[in-house]
């Protein structure tokens, strides 16, 4: 089975700070692979997903960036943080196969200040 | 992307059986239904998928009627563990990109004892 791993769990940046949160897959190959947010008390929001090395698509415009330099990693980073990216940071995975369910790491709660 | 609409949120009481009901009118031939459900701070977790009649796990069963146009989450004798956040997403079954779905607001149940 598919195990996500996220770190770190929660995090505390001041604004204009760098930002780099890693997500690595274990138990399949050639996933797809999403980042998600969440604010406080909202639904999810699709931010990025890759369908492989290199392949990167942004679903909305902001301040952050994605990239996936191996097959089961994926990263999500900022030059400079505003207090906007404060939100619950989730990577998800499904198996690229028809009807695939999504798996979900356990977040990155992150705090800009 | 058929859209959905569920309660914000609905309260019960420990043992009793709870039904969330998703509407979704514009649901095409080709969309099945998931649902998912997330604790705090924690990733959303997959709890049943279907895309007609009746489909029967062991966490919760899901109706999805002739028209489809809506489907009923029902989870037999709730108790305190499953007070969380349920969405219900509806997708193209030929996608192999299961992460776009959107995540609405979904449904807050909170279980009393």
């Known amino acids: 089975s598919q195990t996500i791993h996220q770190w770190p769990a929660t995090l505390v940046q001041p604004v204009g700070s760098p930002l780099s949160l890693e997500c690595t897959v274990e138990?399949?190959?050639?996933?797809?692979l999403y980042w998600y947010r969440q604010a406080a008390g909202r639904g999810l929001q699709l931010l990025f997903y890759?369908?492989?090395?290199?392949?990167i698509s942004s679903e909305v415009p902001q301040n952050l960036s994605a990239s996936r330099p191996q097959d089961r990693q994926f990263i999500l980073s900022s030059k400079k943080l505003l207090l906007s990216d404060s939100g619950f940071y989730l990577c998800?995975?499904?198996?690229?196969?028809?009807?695939?369910?999504?798996?979900f790491g356990n977040g990155t709660r992150l705090t800009v200040t | 992307l058929a859209k959905t609409t569920q309660p914000i949120s609905m309260d019960s009481y420990e043992g009793q059986e709870v039904n969330i009901t998703c509407s979704h009118n514009?649901?095409?031939?080709?969309?099945?239904i998931t649902w998912y459900q997330q604790f705090p701070s924690q990733g959303p977790r997959f709890i049943i998928q279907?895309?007609?009649t009746k489909v029967t796990n062991e966490v919760a069963s899901l109706f999805i009627p002739a028209d489809r146009k809506s489907s009923t989450l029902s989870l037999p004798r709730v108790s305190l563990s499953d007070t969380a956040v349920y969405y219900c997403?509806?997708?193209?079954?030929?996608?192999?990109?299961?992460?776009?779905?959107?995540f609405g607001q979904g449904t807050t149940l909170q279980v009393k004892p």
């Open positions: 998800a995975t499904d198996r690229s196969s028809y009807n695939s369910p999504l798996h």
């Open positions: 138990g399949t190959s050639n996933p797809n």
């Open positions: 890759s369908v492989g090395i290199g392949q």
């Open positions: 514009n649901i095409a031939t080709n969309d099945y």
């Open positions: 279907g895309y007609k």
């Open positions: 997403l509806v997708g193209d079954i030929l996608s192999s990109n299961t992460g776009k779905l959107i």
